[in-house]
């Protein structure tokens, strides 16, 4: 187990109280599992800039949380009367992000806490609108390969959050029942996808 603070400490209880009587813990990576929305938004605004965008407005990354890559590009496109290609867009952040900041990302300590004690007596799978390829370099870093039975990412399904389509999609490969399921979000899109998928629900960012 980890060193934590009084204030983790408080916060891993409250979780623990939440998803005691849940047979599967479903978690985000991105601002949950991994505190690295800081370097997401940094990658982002890297990446506007090189669309010709140079104040890109971070309060766009927060409302989105949980979005697929190529659907926020979509976003900043409309917002800021550009024209680019979303998936050029997507892939040009993803490279910002690994090249300068994947190496920095820590995990959320109390979080990961929570996926280490449950680990041995609780179903996990882990619930990301990261592409694959992204989330490998965050997983290695915050060092939770192995530890999960499932990974969704914004490559598994069609819709991404907040539709339910992600979480369904985990609780079927897990095999278990949507409503044996609490996922663990950072943001309103992933809360709203879990509702819709009768799913429990904590906001980590507000225990």
């Given amino acids: 187990m980890i060193n934590l603070t009084e204030s983790s400490l408080k916060k891993l209880e409250k979780l623990r109280e939440k998803t005691k009587n849940h047979k599967a813990l479903l978690y985000d990576v991105d601002g949950t599992l991994a505190n690295n929305m800081p370097a997401h938004k940094a990658a982002y605004i890297a990446a506007a800039k090189h669309y010709g965008i140079p104040d890109l407005d971070p309060e766009i990354i927060d409302r989105t949380a949980g979005w697929p890559t190529y659907k926020l590009a979509a976003e900043i496109a409309r917002l800021y009367d550009k024209n680019f290609d979303n998936v050029e867009f997507a892939n040009l952040k993803a490279k910002i992000f690994i090249d300068d900041f994947v190496k920095l990302t820590e995990p959320v300590d109390f979080v990961y806490a929570h996926l280490l004690e449950n680990k041995p007596k609780k179903r996990i799978a882990l619930v990301s609108g990261g592409r694959r390829s992204t989330l490998r370099h965050t997983l290695q870093a915050i060092q939770v390969e192995g530890m999960y039975e499932v990974l969704v990412s914004s490559d598994d399904t069609k819709r991404g959050k907040p539709s339910p389509d992600p979480f369904l999609l985990a609780a079927e490969k897990l095999n278990i029942q949507p409503e044996d399921c609490i996922v663990m979000e950072d943001g309103n ?11 429990g629900w904590v906001r980590i960012d507000l225990l």
């Fill in 189 to 199: 899109p992933g809360v709203q996808g879990a509702r819709a998928a009768g799913m």
